[in-house]
């Protein structure tokens, strides 16, 4: 059976156009038992090996960039290799290179990776404009190399055209 079409994300880069959430992971460990890095990388094990190879999760999805980082580390990191997407939703208040480079590092840290494959940035008030300050910086890291795509979440069309 053929696994889903496929969609490029970025240049030289595809992913499944099917993608697997991992917000339950965080509804899972509510009740503060963490998952089993391991086996539940295992799991998704099973959704690759049926051609559904791109993974979605966020900075607050529980262990699930822990999990992904699993999986990811079972692969050539220069070879074929599940995709994982993940956002970094910090809260309203001052975007300094610093921090978003620290949030950029934890998701890094957390995934077991080099560059991230796709950073989706979310922001909560608009309100508050450090967000365009935060996409500057997010901009030079992924000229560093760090971050392949970056996406938003959370953003409209208006806020988007800025």
């Not at 190879?53 to 999990?67: C, P, Q, R, V, W």
Request: proline share 6%; with cysteine; charged share 25%.
């Amino acid at each position: 059976m053929p696994g889903p079409e496929r969609w490029t994300y970025a240049e030289g880069a595809s992913a499944s156009r099917v993608i697997c959430g991992l917000w339950q992971v965080a509804d899972l460990e509510k009740t503060g038992t963490i998952l089993d890095p391991e086996r539940a990388a295992d799991a998704l094990e099973a959704y690759v090996a049926a051609g559904f190879d791109t993974f979605d999760m966020a900075d607050h999805y529980g262990s699930a960039e822990l999990i992904a980082g699993r999986l990811l580390a079972r692969y050539d990191p220069a070879g074929p290799r599940p995709r994982a997407f993940t956002k970094w939703c910090p809260p309203p208040g001052p975007m300094t290179a610093e921090i978003v480079r620290r949030g950029v590092t934890d998701r890094l840290t957390r995934l077991g990776v080099e560059r991230l494959d796709l950073l989706q940035f979310h922001w909560w008030t608009f309100e508050h404009l450090a967000w365009l300050d935060a996409l500057h910086e997010l901009a030079k890291l992924r000229d560093e190399g760090l971050i392949e795509a970056i996406g938003v979440t959370n953003v409209d069309a208006a806020h988007l055209h800025l």
